[in-house]
């Protein structure tokens, strides 16, 4: 059974750089079949695609977000990872890392993990 | 404002049936056969119910069906039960700047 898990820091300042990584366990990263998405959700809000890496890399963002967004993947610990910089009250929300396939459905997530952005 | 539309709730009582749903444009619920649905419980991860339409994942009940009709997509849950009250979104693949976008949720109520 493949499994999620986010880490990272809970509070971030303002103007700061917001960072979190998600463990992938029970299959590998490396397959061709799959990306590897994070999507947010502020609080009492609805869900929001933030953007999605492949195991080589190839990277595909929320435009919305793309001058502040990097994601990562190391495929030698089995892990991805998220980037947000110069970020506001605006990007508080639980962060949820997911299995996405090509045709865009998300079939395994992470139990998301809250960033509150506050000084 | 989401790129999808949904209703901000819909409700039913046990055993009825409900739908839900999702609408878009040409360009994505309209032009692909890739909407997805999810379920999300209060503190919970969401959960996919259906994907690219109308297919079920395994272990999903056979009470969640999906469709589409030109630029709106429908979840439709049967037999209305307890436990079937939560969010539900819909989620499509767009030719726009965006690639992927989620309807603003809708919240089911369970008399």
């Known amino acids: 059974q493949l499994q999620l898990q986010e880490s990272g820091p809970g509070l971030v300042k303002p103007s700061e750089t917001l960072s979190l990584t998600c463990t992938v366990s029970?299959?590998?990263?490396?397959?061709?079949?799959?990306?590897w998405g994070w999507i947010r959700q502020p609080p009492g809000k609805g869900l929001e695609w933030i953007g999605s890496?492949?195991?080589?890399?190839?990277?595909f963002y929320n435009p919305s977000l793309k001058s502040r967004v990097t994601m990562s993947v190391d495929t030698s610990t089995n892990q991805f990872s998220l980037k947000l910089s110069s970020v506001t009250a605006a990007d508080t929300a639980v962060y949820f890392c997911?299995?996405?396939?090509?045709?865009?459905?998300?079939?395994?997530w992470g139990q998301g993990t809250l960033v509150t952005v506050s000084s | 404002q989401s790129a999808l539309t949904q209703p901000a709730s819909v409700s039913g009582s046990p055993g009825q049936s409900i739908t839900i749903s999702c609408t878009g444009t040409?360009?994505?619920?309209?032009?692909?056969?890739?909407v997805s649905w999810y379920q999300q419980h209060p503190g919970k991860a969401p959960k996919l119910m259906i994907y690219?339409?109308?297919n079920r994942p395994s272990g999903v009940s056979i009470r969640f069906s999906g469709s589409k009709s030109g630029n709106t997509a429908s979840l439709t849950i049967s037999g209305l039960q307890a436990e079937d009250e939560g969010d539900y979104y819909c989620s499509s693949y767009t030719s726009s700047s965006t690639p992927l976008v989620f309807g603003g949720g809708t919240k089911l109520t369970v008399l």
């Open positions: 029970g299959g590998p990263i490396s397959s061709s079949s799959y990306y």
């Open positions: 997911a299995r996405q396939h090509s045709s865009g459905y998300h079939d395994y």
């Open positions: 890496i492949s195991y080589s890399g190839s990277t």
């Open positions: 040409s360009s994505d619920v309209g032009g692909y056969n890739y």
């Open positions: 690219e339409v109308n």
